[in-house]
């Protein structure tokens, strides 16, 4: 991510004197970022879709010294990640029903063997099971790839806090995926 | 190395961001430390699942410029005629700021 003051915030500058190229511009350079992080947290291409345009709306208009200190992606994506919070906290229409995990696969058996889509399925009960936060950390540094320093900034805490938070959310996605596991053959006996 | 010391690393070892010495000394402290073993096997698997389950999804041209569509409208802001990005990329650019 750029630091504060970077050329991200001309282009946000030029956005909000109606540049629609600039628009444009800052859209499609951030646009996978923010998709990829809703779409692991919401699970839904619609619902991603609207949380991306709300994102990049409320980043266009609000001034940018609310943006507070850090950098351009790091606002979008915490505004991104509010936006996925507060749908995830209403109520759910549809949820995943844990015997759709039927035949998943043992953690043992190697991932490249193994039924993608029922992985998926394993790794989205297991993701269910944790806090927001410990969610929200594996997404931005396990899937995405963002760095600690980064991953810290989203969620408004220090680099060492991050660091302490993301090792607990792996060990607590290794226990949820033992106890699913451990479930599903338990059902199957 | 003790596994007091090792646990708090298990993270930064995974990731391949220790300093060379201290992953010397922890991986010699895994050679013979099953416990320790096992804590570092678990996470790299439960990491390695996650990536494996998890493709970052990508988002579709059409809602792409479904999506500017909206921003223009609501922000009251002229579109501009469709280019390929690449073009548009280098149209834009000589207006930047200079880096000094």
């Not at chain 2, 003790?2 to 961001?17: A, F, H, K, M, S």
């Not at chain 2, 792409?64 to 990329?89: F, R, Y």
Request: charged residues 30%; contains cysteine; glycine residues 6%.
């Amino acid at each position: 991510m750029r630091p504060p003051g970077s050329e991200d915030d001309y282009w946000v500058d030029r956005v909000r004197q109606g540049d629609g190229a600039a628009m444009e511009y800052l859209f499609r350079r951030y646009v996978h970022r923010v998709f990829g992080f809703a779409h692991a947290m919401l699970r839904s291409r619609e619902d991603a879709e609207e949380v991306v345009t709300d994102t990049f709306l409320r980043v266009f208009r609000f001034a940018p010294e609310l943006r507070g200190e850090g950098s351009f992606e790091g606002w979008l994506l915490r505004i991104a990640r509010n936006l996925c919070l507060d749908r995830l906290r209403r109520p759910r229409l549809l949820t995943l029903p844990l015997e759709e995990l039927g035949e998943a696969t043992s953690l043992l058996t190697p991932v490249d063997q193994v039924d993608r889509t029922a992985l998926r399925y394993l790794v989205e009960a297991a993701l269910d099971r944790l806090p927001e936060e410990y969610r929200v950390a594996l997404i931005l540094r396990d899937v995405q790839g963002l760095s600690a320093r980064e991953t810290a900034e989203v969620l408004g805490k220090g680099e060492t806090a991050l660091r302490s938070l993301h090792q607990r959310a792996r060990r607590a996605l290794r226990e949820a995926l033992r106890a699913l596991e451990e479930e599903d053959g338990e059902a199957a006996e | 190395m003790t596994c007091r010391d090792v646990l708090p690393l298990t993270g930064n070892y995974i990731d391949g961001e220790l300093p060379e010495e201290t992953c010397d000394h922890l991986q010699r402290h895994l050679l013979r430390c099953g416990s320790c073993r096992a804590e570092v096997d678990g996470l790299r698997m439960a990491v390695d699942v996650l990536r494996a389950a998890t493709t970052p999804a990508v988002p579709s041209e059409a809602f792409i410029q479904s999506a500017l569509a909206t921003l223009a409208e609501e922000l009251d802001i002229a579109t501009v005629p469709a280019v390929p990005p690449g073009q548009l990329v280098l149209g834009i650019g000589t207006g930047r700021p200079s880096a000094d």
